[in-house]
T-cell receptor
Framework: KAGVTQTPRYLIKTRGQQVTLSCSPI?????VSWYQQTPGQGLQFLFE???????NKGNFPGRFSGRQFSNSRSEMNVSTLELGDSALYLC????????????FGSGTRLTVV | DQQVKQNSPSLSVQEGRISILNCDYT??????FLWYKKYPAEGPTFLIS?????DKNEDGRFTVFLNKSAKHLSLHIVPSQPGDSAVYFC???????????FGAGTRLFVKA
């Protein structure tokens, strides 16, 4: 069975631009979570969606937003990009609550120049 | 607000010996704890977990210990193998919280 697919794998954007990242969860998984990974900071929680509803949100500015579609695919958007937004963005899916373990995608490496 | 802390950024161990990775947490509401392993250019993969009603869980070479009174958990890998060289993340969740909090990770080097 296919894993979690994130597109694109790599992205270079300029400060001030906006970006949309995509995540397709494992078939049947209805929960999708997004994390930002930066060196020394570990994985910082962005938000979690279940059946198109955001159930929880991390401590990120409003420039970071997301949504989930009826087929459980999810997108996250970052507007007005800053240099500090350069990071690996990871998507994770789970069948129910992710507390019993996520399956992660390989991530999207975003570089803001 | 670092609710999950991994205070050792890196650890180096000889092949065949025991690797012990440590993790501390501050939120007493956490009731489920997990370890993930991450290789470069890949997403983290789930390794082993433990519920707060237990103090030990074992899976092959991997054992996780939980000390609730100290708010501390550890991952033991015995025997360590070069293929275990990776970044290990400790994570914690609470039922109904809909999110998992991760530590900063510990990079394990297993020398042949």
């Amino acid at each position: 069975k296919a894993g979690v697919t994130q597109t694109p794998r790599y992205l270079i954007k300029t400060r001030g631009q906006q970006v949309t990242l995509s995540c397709s969860p494992i078939s049947g998984h209805r929960s999708v979570s997004w994390y930002q990974q930066t060196p020394g900071q570990g994985l910082q929680f962005l938000f979690e969606y279940f059946s198109e509803t955001q159930r929880n949100k991390g401590n990120f500015p409003g420039r970071f937003s997301g949504r989930q579609f009826s087929n459980s695919r999810s997108e996250m958007n970052v507007s007005t990009l800053e240099l500090g937004d350069s990071a690996l963005y990871l998507c994770a899916s789970s069948a129910g609550q992710g507390i019993y373990g996520y399956t992660f995608g390989s991530g999207t490496r975003l570089t803001v120049v | 607000d670092q609710q999950v802390k991994q205070n050792s950024p890196s650890l180096s161990v000889q092949e065949g010996r025991i690797s012990i990775l440590n993790c501390d947490y501050t939120n007493s509401m956490f009731d489920y704890f997990l370890w993930y392993k991450k290789y470069p250019a890949e997403g983290p993969t789930f390794l082993i977990s433990i519920s707060s009603i237990k103090d030990k869980n074992e899976d092959g070479r991997f054992t996780v210990f939980l000390n609730k009174s100290a708010k501390h958990l550890s991952l033991h890998i015995v025997p360590s193998q070069p293929g275990d060289s990776a970044v290990y993340f400790c994570a914690a969740s609470n039922t109904g919280g809909f999110k998992t909090i991760f530590g900063a990770g510990t990079r394990l080097f297993v020398k042949a």
